[in-house]
C-alpha cells in the first residue's frame, strides 16, 4: 500500500484550517485522517488540530493487529477527539463554538476497510476508474435532498451547501457513521476536505488519480489541489490518497 497527503490554504482564505495525518499501524495497517476546522480566525485551526491529533492517538494506543477492524475503538477515538475539542472551547472565550469535521479511514494490506466521519469531509473510493462516494454529507443541503426539497444539482450550487448540521466539538457528544469496504488491489481510496469536492467534478478527480509508486502518488495529490485552486480555490483544500 501506497499513501500521500496535501493540504493547501486555497486562494480566498487568511489561514489553513485543515490538519490530515497519515499513520503507519501494526500489522501492516495504516490509519488515515482529514479534519476540516471552524470557528474564527484561529478556532478552526484549532479544533481541526486537536480533532485529528486526539483522534490519532487514540486509535493507536487502542489498536490491535488481532483485531484491525474494532469500529468500538474508533468510535472511542471520535469521542474522545469531541471531548477535547468541546472542552478546549469552553476554556478559552475566544474559542466558543469552535467545531471540526472528521473521515477517517482504517486500511490493512487485504484491502479491507473501516469508515469513520462526521460532518461534510468526505472519503471515496475509486475502482476500475468509477470513483464513488462512500460517506454521507452530515450537512444542511443533503438533508433538503433526503427530504426530497432540493435535488442534488441544486445542492451543489446552493449558497447554504457549507452549514454542517453534525461535527466534533461543538456539542458536549456527537454522533458518527461508520462504513466498510473491501477493495481490491489497484483500487484508490480519497479523503478530503471540501474545498476539493467544491471545486472540482468527480469526473476530473477520478481522471488526475493514477499512479504506481509513492512518488506519482504525491503527484496526483498535488494535481487534485491545483484543479481546486484553478476551479476557484474557494475554500482551504485537503487530499490524502492511498493505492491498495
Known amino acids: 500500500m501506497i499513501f500521500s497527503g496535501k493540504s493547501d490554504v486555497g486562494k ?10 497519515i499513520t503507519e499501524l501494526a500489522g501492516g495497517a495504516c490509519l488515515l485522517t482529514v479534519c476540516d476546522g471552524m470557528g474564527g480566525a484561529n478556532g478552526g485551526n484549532v479544533a481541526s488540530r486537536i480533532a485529528c491529533s486526539v483522534y490519532t492517538e487514540t486509535v493507536c ?19 474522545a477527539a469531541n471531548t477535547a475539542v468541546y472542552e478546549a472551547a469552553q476554556a478559552d472565550e475566544s474559542l466558543k463554538g469552535m467545531g471540526t469535521t472528521l473521515v477517517s479511514a482504517l486500511v490493512t494490506e487485504d484491502g479491507r476497510v473501516s469508515v469513520i466521519n462526521v460532518g461534510d469531509s468526505r472519503l471515496y473510493a475509486l475502482t476500475a476508474g468509477e470513483l464513488k462516494q462512500i460517506t454521507r454529507d452530515h450537512s444542511y443541503v443533503q438533508y433538503l435532498v433526503d427530504m426530497g426539497q432540493i435535488t442534488m444539482k441544486e445542492a451543489k450550487a446552493a449558497s447554504i451547501r457549507n452549514i454542517i448540521i453534525r461535527s466534533v466539538g461543538n456539542e458536549p457528544e456527537t454522533v458518527p457513521d461508520l462504513f466498510s469496504l473491501d477493495l481490491a488491489a489497484g483500487a484508490y481510496l480519497l479523503l478530503c476536505s471540501d474545498g476539493l ?3 472540482v467534478s468527480n469526473e476530473a ?12 502518488l504525491t503527484r496526483c495529490a498535488e494535481t487534485l489541489v491545483a484543479l481546486a485552486n484553478d476551479g476557484g480555490g474557494i475554500d482551504n483544500i485537503t487530499v490524502v490518497l492511498g493505492k491498495i
Do not use: W
Not at 12 to 21: E, H, I, P
Not at 205 to 215: D, F, K, Q, R, V
Open 197 to 199: 469536492t467544491n471545486c
Open 12 to 21: 480566498r482564505r487568511a489561514n489553513n484550517q485543515d490538519n490530515f495525518n
Open 205 to 216: 478527480m477520478a481522471s488526475a488519480i493514477h499512479a504506481e509508486n509513492g512518488e506519482e
Open 61 to 79: 494506543k487502542g489498536f490491535s493487529p488481532d483485531a484491525p477492524h474494532d469500529t468500538a475503538l474508533l468510535k472511542e477515538a471520535v469521542a
